[in-house]
């Protein structure tokens, strides 16, 4: 474009040398036959008496026109090659354009995949170290929707704006310096309208944002109903619930239209409104101009364009590259728009960021061996999920290397929460656990965690095979020990003849397998983990008395060696244990061996007889 707006050469055209292009001359001349009669002669075609006109001496207003312009007396030959030279010039220059818009999408594509890649993996790392505690108060939904559609419009931002932002702003430097050039005056005039538009842009992006916000919020917790319901939906069958949990989603859905449909509202409201100012920054500029033009001098306070400074051409001139400055302003009121929401995005994965682990490595580790004794000890342990109700009051526990110990008592009495704190999964308030006599915050969590084994209520198993699956209790162990340890967990028989082979793959969360077969790949991986402290919170607790026998059987070949915390509400099971612990309300009540407990009348006991009265009266219904 600066070709064809030099201003020089609107007053003066033709005969103006600034009109000429030297550098093309070589070029055009290629297509030029000096043989021919370089005459105006009329063509064959032409119906006989054609004068041909000599072309109008004007300013050429693209390079096809130049030569014509520069050489007045153009032959019919040299037409034609200015012709040929302007297709063959814009194919050149399509084909070059597409594969700059090939490069410019495909890049800004590039890096948007990239940094949201980045993004995603820093924000799951993050979230895997964060605590237990914290993702205890958390929503699955809401964090998945931050994982997935936050980080999405963030990506959008990059893909769609990345571009449109720097393109925007090198227009507005080149046609404003243009501008400057032609007439400070109207370029001034042309200005006016910033301090509105910047106001506009300030309040629409802040209110645009909370409001994308709000509308992420929302829609993190549709993911909320919606993760919820398809975890439980057995449940949901059961109850028959599937009306009311339909309208309770339609509910958050109709919510989350509400936000999008708010924070739309303000967007679309936004780039008119940039529009209207633009129209009335013309406006100005053209009655301003057109006052002066018409001989008037414009005075308003100090500034002042005196009568005759600017005439009607460079008026035109400037309204024609202010249509150039104003698109770009349009283009970055869009811009504004994306980046609000993938502003309010981003607030939503800072939030998380931001968030510290509670559990963190200690500043002065201890390095001793890797391999621990298996020695617990609780002192004056105070521990509460929030700080107001403690659960655990001043526990004091000592466990020998190699002792099995059962803790009982009612439900909610703090039995899990105990042993969740061995493996620090929680911050205590106070006192202090220990392993082998060191503080379990002074363990790297690795070591710390590698030396406890859990058995859970319901074991969890991953998509990918059951020799996959097993090998999580110790990576890299080779096939032989995963099948010796399967068998020692009685499931090796189970694996080959029932669940077709070590390679057979499992369905997420290992839906497709029985809960005793769960649980006894969940001691496998136990037995190949080998760690010397061994949790088992009610394995059995989920199982009929068939799987339970078999999964029993499968213990006993774990506990030895190790030290033993049994979570049992099957208190006869408990005869063989070297001791059990009564918690209540978060205090040890009592402690002891089976016999001594059975014999001391006291909450064992009583637990005891009830749950043999229980038994009996079962029986005696029958
Ligand atoms: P038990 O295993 O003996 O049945 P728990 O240790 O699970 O008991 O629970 C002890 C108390 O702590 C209960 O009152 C329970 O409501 C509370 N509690 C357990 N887990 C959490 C948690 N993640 N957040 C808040 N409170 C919890
Ligand atoms: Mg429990």
Same mark, same amino acid.
């Given at each position: 474009? /600066?070709?064809?707006?030099?201003?020089?050469?609107?007053?003066? /055209?033709?005969?103006?040398?600034?009109?000429?292009?030297?550098?093309?001359?070589?070029?055009?001349?290629?297509?030029?036959?000096?043989?021919?009669?370089?005459?105006?002669?009329?063509?064959?075609?032409?119906?006989?008496?054609?004068?041909?006109?000599?072309?109008?001496?004007?300013? /050429?207003?693209?390079?096809?026109?130049?030569?014509?312009?520069?050489?007045?007396?153009?032959?019919?030959?040299?037409?034609?090659?200015?012709?040929?030279?302007? @297709?063959?010039?814009?194919?050149?220059?399509?084909?070059?354009?597409?594969?700059?818009?090939?490069?410019?999408?495909?890049?800004?594509?590039?890096?948007?995949?990239?940094?949201?890649?980045?993004?995603?993996?820093?924000?799951?790392?993050?979230?895997?170290?964060?605590?237990?505690?914290?993702?205890?108060?958390?929503?699955?939904?809401?964090?998945?929707?931050?994982?997935?559609?936050?980080?999405?419009?963030?990506?959008?931002?990059?893909?769609?704006?990345?571009?449109?932002?720097?393109?925007?702003?090198?227009?507005?430097?080149?046609?404003?310096?243009?501008?400057?050039?032609?007439?400070?005056?109207?370029?001034?005039?042309?200005?006016?309208?910033?301090?509105?538009?910047?106001?506009?842009?300030?309040?629409?992006?802040?209110?645009?944002?909370?409001?994308?916000?709000?509308?992420?919020?929302?829609?993190?917790?549709?993911?909320?109903?919606?993760?919820?319901?398809?975890?439980?939906?057995?449940?949901?069958?059961?109850?028959?619930?599937?009306?009311?949990?339909?309208?309770?989603?339609?509910?958050?859905?109709?919510?989350?239209?509400?936000?999008?449909?708010?924070?739309?509202?303000?967007?679309?409201?936004?780039?008119?409104?940039?529009?209207?100012?633009?129209?009335?920054?013309?406006?100005?500029?053209?009655? @301003?101009?057109?006052?002066?033009?018409?001989?008037?001098?414009?005075?308003?306070?100090?500034?002042?364009? /005196?009568?005759?400074?600017?005439?009607?051409?460079?008026?035109?001139?400037?309204?024609?590259?202010?249509?150039?400055?104003?698109?770009?302003?349009?283009?970055?009121?869009k811009l504004a728009n994306l980046s609000s929401t993938a502003g309010s995005g981003a607030e939503r994965i800072q939030e998380v960021l931001d968030q510290a682990p509670e559990v963190i490595e200690s500043q002065q580790p201890y390095y001793g061996p890797t391999k621990l004794h298996g020695d617990i000890a609780f002192e004056n342990v105070l521990f509460g999920y929030t700080p107001e109700r403690p659960v655990l009051q001043g526990m004091n526990l000592h466990i020998?290397?190699?002792?099995?110990?059962?803790?009982?008592?009612?439900?909610?009495?703090?039995?899990?929460?105990?042993?969740?704190?061995?493996? &620090?999964?929680?911050?205590?308030?106070?006192?202090?656990?220990?392993?082998?006599?060191?503080?379990?915050?002074?363990?790297?969590?690795?070591?710390?965690?590698?030396?406890?084994?859990?058995?859970?209520?319901?074991?969890?198993?991953?998509?990918?095979?059951?020799?996959?699956?097993?090998?999580?209790?110790?990576?890299?162990? &080779?096939?032989?020990?995963?099948?010796?340890?399967?068998?020692?967990?009685?499931?090796?028989?189970? %694996?080959?003849?029932?669940?077709?082979?070590?390679?057979?793959?499992?369905?997420?969360?290992?839906?497709?397998?029985?809960?005793?077969?769960?649980?006894?790949?969940?001691?496998?991986?136990?037995?190949?983990?080998?760690?010397?402290?061994?949790?088992?919170?009610?394995?059995?607790?989920?199982?009929?008395?068939?799987?339970?026998?078999? %999964?029993?059987?499968?213990?006993?070949?774990?506990?030895?060696?190790?030290?033993?915390?049994?979570?049992?509400?099957?208190?006869?099971?408990?005869?063989?244990?070297?001791?059990?612990?009564?918690?209540?309300?978060?205090?040890?009540?009592?402690?002891?061996?089976?016999?001594?407990?059975?014999?001391?009348?006291?909450?064992?006991?009583?637990?005891?007889?009830?749950?043999?009265?229980y038994n009996i009266e079962k029986i005696g219904e029958k």
């Amino acid at each position: 474009f /600066p070709l064809k707006f030099i201003p020089s050469k609107i007053s003066n /055209p033709g005969s103006d040398p600034a009109c000429t292009f030297p550098f093309l001359d070589p070029i055009l001349d290629k297509f030029d036959t000096p043989a021919l009669d370089p005459s105006l002669r009329p063509l064959p075609s032409d119906p006989p008496g054609t004068i041909i006109e000599p072309p109008v001496a004007q300013c /050429p207003v693209s390079s096809t026109d130049a030569k014509a312009a520069a050489s007045p007396r153009l032959t019919h030959h040299s037409i034609i090659g200015v012709v040929v030279f302007s @297709v063959l010039m814009l194919i050149l220059f399509g084909a070059l354009s597409a594969g700059l818009a090939y490069l410019d999408l495909f890049m800004a594509a590039y890096i948007a995949q990239n940094l949201t890649a980045r993004l995603r993996n820093q924000l799951f790392e993050h979230l895997q170290r964060l605590s237990l505690d914290w993702h205890g108060k958390q929503k699955k939904g809401d964090l998945v929707q931050r994982i997935t559609g936050n980080i999405a419009d963030i990506e959008k931002l990059v893909t769609d704006g990345l571009v449109d932002l720097m393109a925007a702003c090198l227009t507005l430097v080149g046609v404003a310096s243009i501008m400057l050039f032609i007439s400070w005056q109207y370029t001034v005039i042309s200005l006016s309208i910033a301090p509105a538009l910047f106001l506009i842009v300030l309040g629409y992006t802040r209110n645009i944002k909370q409001a994308a916000k709000k509308a992420a919020k929302a829609g993190g917790q549709v993911a909320d109903v919606a993760t919820e319901d398809i975890n439980a939906l057995t449940v949901i069958k059961v109850f028959t619930r599937e009306e009311r949990e339909a309208m309770r989603f339609g509910k958050r859905v109709s919510e989350h239209r509400a936000e999008g449909l708010r924070a739309s509202g303000l967007q679309a409201q936004f780039t008119p409104l940039v529009s209207i100012l633009v129209i009335v920054g013309t406006t100005i500029v053209i009655g @301003v101009g057109g006052y002066v033009a018409a001989g008037n001098t414009f005075a308003l306070a100090s500034f002042v364009i /005196p009568a005759g400074t600017v005439d009607i051409g460079t008026l035109v001139l400037f309204l024609t590259y202010l249509k150039l400055l104003y698109q770009p302003m349009r283009d970055l009121s869009k811009l504004a728009n994306l980046s609000s929401t993938a502003g309010s995005g981003a607030e939503r994965i800072q939030e998380v960021l931001d968030q510290a682990p509670e559990v963190i490595e200690s500043q002065q580790p201890y390095y001793g061996p890797t391999k621990l004794h298996g020695d617990i000890a609780f002192e004056n342990v105070l521990f509460g999920y929030t700080p107001e109700r403690p659960v655990l009051q001043g526990m004091n526990l000592h466990i020998t290397p190699g002792k099995k110990v059962a803790l009982v008592g009612l439900s909610g009495g703090g039995k899990t929460t105990l042993v969740k704190l061995i493996p &620090r999964f929680y911050e205590i308030q106070q006192g202090s656990v220990k392993i082998d006599g060191v503080d379990n915050r002074r363990y790297p969590l690795a070591v710390l965690r590698q030396n406890v084994s859990m058995v859970l209520q319901d074991s969890v198993l991953f998509e990918g095979t059951i020799r996959e699956n097993i090998e999580i209790g110790r990576p890299g162990a &080779r096939i032989e020990e995963i099948v010796d340890a399967a068998k020692k967990a009685n499931i090796h028989d189970a %694996v080959i003849n029932e669940l077709g082979g070590y390679e057979r793959l499992v369905r997420e969360q290992g839906k497709d397998l029985s809960g005793g077969q769960r649980q006894r790949m969940a001691i496998a991986r136990a037995i190949l983990r080998d760690a010397p402290i061994l949790i088992l919170d009610e394995p059995t607790a989920a199982l009929d008395v068939e799987s339970e026998a078999e %999964v029993m059987h499968a213990l006993d070949k774990l506990i030895i060696g190790r030290t033993v915390l049994m979570i049992s509400h099957r208190l006869s099971t408990l005869g063989n244990v070297d001791e059990i612990i009564v918690l209540k309300e978060g205090r040890i009540v009592e402690q002891g061996t089976y016999k001594e407990l059975r014999h001391r009348g006291g909450v064992f006991a009583g637990l005891l007889e009830e749950q043999n009265r229980y038994n009996i009266e079962k029986i005696g219904e029958k």
